[in-house]
């Protein structure tokens, strides 16, 4: 089955900087690659995804970026702001199984002031 | 719209005992899921429904019965708990099955002593 790895497991970034979080996946079907934030205590919310047919997609301060080839896709924060705080997972699905996400483990991100 | 509910919030069980998790969805949505997250593991698919009627297994389904009862309605059952079942459990429900945006309940914190 797909196997999800991510990197960095934590992350401290100070506030105004940027932030890259790097996932890569194993299955070369996959071709939906969302991307979840969680605050803490709180449940995961869809903050972007994006489709094999694309290689980069921005909403404002968030965009993500795909390498079919090299099968990895990153999730980049500009200008972070203190609520910008929680853990990223980054989750891949194959196709035709029905939506069945396999996530990463999760990046805990830090902004400090 | 309340979105994506779940009962309990927590729970405390011994080992051996019973319990069903309720999940129920207002947003007229086909698929529906239950993960289980764990400390450095991230969300890890137990069991989903791709539409009303099939339920099939996802990841980690040993320990885990589900009912489909409605189109709205997704249960999830521990028949004997296990201290090894204690977690976060989230159900969650999208539109269609396929690379759909994920809605997430609040999830019910579950330990088993």
């Known amino acids: 089955g797909e196997n999800v790895e991510q990197h960095p497991s934590t992350l401290s970034v100070q506030e105004g900087d940027s932030a890259v979080i790097k996932c890569t996946y194993s299955d070369s079907a996959s071709n939906y690659f969302p991307w979840y934030k969680q605050e803490l205590g709180k449940r995961p919310q869809l903050i972007i995804d994006i489709r094999s047919n694309v290689g980069e997609k921005k909403d404002q301060r968030i965009a993500v970026t795909l390498n079919k080839t090299a099968k990895h896709f990153s999730l980049h924060i500009t200008e972070t702001q203190p609520e910008d705080s929680a853990v990223y997972f980054c989750?891949?699905?194959?196709?035709?199984?029905?939506?069945?996400?396999?996530f990463g483990t999760g990046t805990r991100l830090q902004v400090t002031l | 719209n309340a979105g994506v509910t779940q009962t309990p919030k927590f729970q405390v069980l011994k080992t051996g005992q019973s319990m069903t998790l309720q999940c129920a969805q207002d947003?007229?949505?086909?698929?529906m899921y239950w993960y289980r997250q764990d400390p450095g593991m991230g969300l890890r698919l137990i069991y989903y429904?791709?539409?009303?009627?099939?339920?099939d297994k996802g990841e980690v389904p040993n320990g885990y019965n589900v009912s489909r009862l409605n189109k709205r309605e997704f249960s999830l059952r521990l028949e004997s708990a296990a201290p090894s079942q204690t977690s976060v459990y989230f159900c969650?429900?999208?539109?269609?099955?396929?690379?759909?945006?994920?809605?997430f309940g609040p999830g019910t914190r579950l330990t088993v002593t």
């Open positions: 947003m007229n949505h086909n698929s």
């Open positions: 429904s791709a539409s009303e009627g099939t339920t």
């Open positions: 989750a891949a699905s194959i196709t035709g199984t029905a939506s069945k996400l396999t």
């Open positions: 969650a429900s999208s539109e269609v099955p396929e690379g759909s945006e994920q809605y």
